[in-house]
């Protein structure tokens, strides 16, 4: 029991802890409503956001990751944001890997810091983005990407970029406004697009399967930040379904759209979240 619950806390808590959370940009749901000239489009990467201060990879609640000290001594000694990521459909392996707690864990040769901006430079995303191609450029790092961005002009090519993206085992888009200033609060600045919704909950008990699922979980009873309670049942391994997430795990789920009761539709586990800040409304 006493190493169970070790292993539960390490799975809950896997890094250790940085007092200040990083001050970052967030995205809002994309909308038809703007002038899509006006904004870059990239991929969202499917893996683990990291902030480099110039010393650590740190998380956006502020936990600093356990990156071997090759993978970070040749960054440049400035602070820039990004994605821990391998591929696409890999982000259980990449946060696998993050939360092995050796020094020196060789897995991390598989993962590059995808980078997407520079939270101190004054300039515009435009000239951010450049200042970036050059750092990286520059870097001794074979570690550092940049993220690849493009300019889409309409409507009807950005759905079909969408598209072939998700048919790909991407996750969604993107979109940056050029001329933006580097804020750390939440704008249309910065644009998500996906085919689904996705959002956090609690696991508040594991229900039992039946039939093929039998003495296996059949489905997560979860409490979301609205306090809205409902069911998961898809989108789990058989492996998950043998070892569910405990109760008090904080996993995302995906959905689409939601009932006149405000409960998430198609609801479907997408991952455990490690690192959230799991907060009623």
């Not at 890997?97 to 901006?117: A, G, P």
């Not at 520059?138 to 889409?152: G, W």
């Not at 109760?247 to 539709?265: H, L, Q």
Request: glycine share 6%.
């Amino acid at each position: 029991m006493k190493k169970l619950t070790t292993f539960l806390l390490f799975l809950l808590f896997p890094f250790s802890t940085n007092a200040n959370p990083p001050p970052i940009q967030l995205a809002n749901i994309y909308h038809s409503n703007i002038d899509l000239k006006n904004y870059f489009v990239s991929e969202k990467l499917d893996g683990l956001r990291a902030y480099f201060d110039g010393k650590n990879l740190i998380s956006r609640e502020g936990n600093i990751y356990n990156a071997p000290k090759w993978f970070i001594e040749d960054f440049p000694n400035q602070i820039f944001e990004g994605e821990l990521w391998i591929g696409r459909g890999k982000f259980e392996e990449v946060s696998g890997i993050v939360r092995n707690e050796s020094d020196d864990n060789q897995e991390w040769q598989k993962i590059y810091l995808m980078v997407f901006d520079l939270p101190k430079h004054s300039g515009t995303f435009e000239e951010r983005l450049q200042a970036m191609q050059d750092l990286v450029e520059k870097s001794r790092s074979k570690y550092l990407r940049v993220i690849e961005q493009s300019k889409i002009t309409d409507q009807k090519t950005l759905m079909k970029r969408l598209d072939e993206v998700v048919k790909n085992g991407g996750e969604g888009l993107m979109l940056r406004r050029a001329d933006s200033l580097y804020q750390a609060k939440r704008s249309d600045d910065l644009l998500k697009l996906k085919t689904f919704e996705d959002a956090e909950a609690k696991v508040l008990a594991i229900i039992e399967g039946k039939g093929k699922y039998q003495k296996m979980m059949g489905a997560l009873l979860v409490e979301n930040e609205e306090r809205i309670k409902f069911k998961i049942g898809g989108g789990f391994s058989d492996e998950m379904r043998e070892n569910p997430p405990p109760i008090g795990t904080i996993v995302t789920y995906k959905y689409y759209g939601k009932t006149k009761d405000n409960k998430p539709r198609f609801a479907s586990f997408l991952r455990v979240r490690e690192d959230y800040n799991f907060s009623y409304r």
